[in-house]
Nanobody, 118 residues
Framework: QVQLVESGGGLVKPGGSLRLSCLAS???????IGWFRQAPGKEREAVSC???????FYADHLKGRFTASRDNGKNTVYLQMNSLKAEDTAIYLC?????????????WGQGTQVTVSS
């Protein structure tokens, strides 16, 4: 069964940190997996792209604060988010992506809410 399940979201104060998890089924984990986010009233935004071969790419404006990693033994892709800002508030989703790190194959998780507020 192809499945992606995100977890780890929540309410955090500005400057705080969160680690999101994207648990993939065995089949899905063989794909490149991307993190995306969508804030109210805004278009969906790419956050990171974790290649099955190990490379990771980030949106330029998030480099240095966000770090994605894969744990092959746990079929999980993580997104470590540090120095969070109010503008990071969004629903964060993981999805399978193609070679260009754009959504492909139609596999998405349900999303996890991240709210950054004092």
């Amino acid at each position: 069964q192809v499945q992606l399940v995100e977890s780890g979201g929540g309410l955090v104060k500005p400057g705080g940190s969160l680690r999101l998890s994207c648990l993939a089924s065995r089949l899905t984990f063989g794909y490149d997996i991307g993190w995306f986010r969508q804030a109210p009233g805004k278009e969906r935004e790419a956050v990171s792209c974790s290649k099955a071969g190990g490379s990771t790419f980030y949106a330029d404006h998030l480099k240095g604060r966000f770090t994605a990693s894969r744990d092959n033994g746990k079929n999980t892709v993580y997104l470590q988010m540090n120095s969070l800002k109010a503008e990071d508030t969004a629903i964060y989703l993981c999805a399978t992506v193609g070679a260009d790190c754009q959504p492909q194959y139609g596999y998405w998780g349900q999303g996890t809410q991240v709210t950054v507020s004092s």
